[in-house]
């Protein structure tokens, strides 16, 4: 059996929908917290049973609390459902450094398994974190960590994968990445403090066209929407393109605040669950930001998961956004994390539904105008992939104090062709186009000559304006 999926460098998992970001009440267990009917009260009594004769009869004499924590190990393995698991006291305390924001680690937001499909018991890479050591290595949303140090990933659960590619700033891990169906490769990473960044604008001029990027959703990121709107309409703004790719999710409260901007009134998103608690519909508060007459074309690719998936779908169902790009990620399910008197545990207490029901757990949202991000050929893949390992693209760029001009460009890429004819020049200015764009403080948020999504969701926002297409 697979064990516990994550996503967000502890994953999406609660990167996502979890509704408090902190954690809910301390659980004790006390009588009346749980009403017991007659057949519950006696599995429980068949599990004292089983437990005591193991504690008494095993050869060699169990620790009791062992016994406990593999037991709800078991319980939660049982649910079949990879936002749910029992947590250990170490496990609360890293779930607790990743909330604060900031930790030693390598940049990724990963996940056990995908609503999408892929390589059963392998870790997927949802998404690197923009400026990490696996954001500057190269390192794909798609990847596969298949390795760490030479131990498979098969076999380990998420939290084990996270406790070794975590560590303090300046230490390296060796993983080893599967690209495609065959390219292997190991990239060796430094450590470093990991910061989340949450929003980044840019307004371009010639087309009165603002752009928002959106990483993550943060108790912080609704002011900084705000500022970057406000920044927008004070230039003059005529349209709005949103750029979700790769974000992972974050805060509800976050997501539905941005949402609100967008709407005077109506439904939002429907959060439905088994108790009166986990069922809830949200609405539109008409606190209106962005006008009604400013078109919207939302940027989504496979890893906009969880709270992204909200602003994207909900954007999309009630026509007041253009989707354009992949299918996202397919993450819409709500995690109550509760504590025990050691440990603690997280359970999915409910789905979430767009406004006209369209359900995004394990379906994702499909975009309006279907743009797939461009990859390579198996061929291309073993190619390239050679030369990216020897480092030389990365010794080109790096040898140069400034972004290499382009007759630099030009000779470096004459000098490859002439040692490997099979090379295409297009795609070698690409690849060192990336690179400085991994090595850039602040990489350009307008890139239509290198990025295809953005040059067709730009194309289809300017119609929407009256402009040219």
Do not use: C
Request: charged share 25%; no cysteine.
């Amino acid at each position: 059996m697979m064990k516990k999926g994550d996503v967000r460098l502890r994953g999406i998992w609660w990167g996502g929908f979890l509704l408090l970001f902190g954690f809910l009440m301390s659980l004790v267990w006390a009588d009346g917290l749980f009403a017991l009917d007659r057949s519950t009260d006696q599995l429980l009594s068949l599990f004292e049973s089983v437990f005591s004769y193991v504690q008494d009869h095993y050869v060699e004499e169990p620790d009791p609390e062992v016994l406990l924590e593999g037991a709800l190990e078991g319980l939660f393995e049982s649910l079949d459902d990879p936002y749910s698991e029992y947590l250990s006291e170490e496990e609360l305390r890293d779930l607790s450094d990743t909330t604060r924001g900031e930790f030693g680690g390598i940049g990724l937001y990963i996940a056990k398994e995908t609503a999408n499909g892929g390589d059963a018991g392998y870790v997927d890479v949802v998404a690197p974190i923009e400026g990490t050591p696996a954001y500057r290595a190269g390192i794909l949303a798609g990847d596969k960590i298949i390795g760490i140090e030479g131990e498979s990933t098969m076999d380990l659960s998420i939290d084990e994968v996270l406790s070794r590619l975590r560590g303090e700033p300046g230490t390296q891990v060796t993983i080893t990445i599967k690209r495609g169906g065959d390219y292997v490769f190991d990239v060796t990473l430094t450590r470093a403090i990991i910061e989340v960044p949450t929003v980044r604008y840019e307004f371009l001029p010639e087309h009165k066209v603002g752009i928002l990027r959106i990483i993550q959703f943060t108790p912080h990121t609704p002011e900084k929407v705000e500022e970057a709107i406000s920044a927008f309409k004070a230039r003059g703004y005529r349209g709005l393109l949103i750029d979700v790719r790769s974000n992972p999710g974050g805060l509800l409260d976050s997501v539905l605040e941005i949402t609100d901007f967008f709407f005077r009134e109506g439904i939002m998103l429907r959060e439905e669950g088994r108790t009166s608690e986990a069922t809830r519909t949200y609405y539109a508060t008409g606190d209106l930001l962005v006008d009604e007459d400013i078109p919207v074309v939302v940027l989504v690719n496979r890893g906009t998961a969880s709270a992204a998936e909200i602003l994207s779908g909900v954007l999309k169902d009630r026509g007041r956004g253009t989707l354009v790009g992949e299918t996202t990620y397919g993450k819409g399910s709500v995690q109550q994390v509760q504590l025990l008197p050691r440990g603690g545990f997280r359970l999915t207490v409910a789905r979430y539904y767009t406004p006209s029901g369209v359900v995004i757990d394990r379906h994702g949202i499909e975009p309006d105008v279907k743009v797939e991000e461009e990859t390579f050929t198996e061929e291309q893949t073993a190619l390239y992939g050679e030369l990216l390992s020897s480092g030389r693209i990365t010794e080109f760029v790096v040898s140069h104090d400034v972004a290499p001009s382009e007759e630099a460009i030009g000779s470096f890429i004459s000098r490859l062709v002439a040692e490997r004819p099979e090379y295409d020049p297009d795609i070698l200015r690409r690849l060192i186009h990336a690179e400085v764009v991994r090595r850039s403080t602040h990489p350009p948020l307008y890139d239509p000559d290198y990025d295809r999504v953005m040059e067709e969701g730009m194309r289809i926002l300017l119609g929407l304006m009256g402009g040219e297409t």
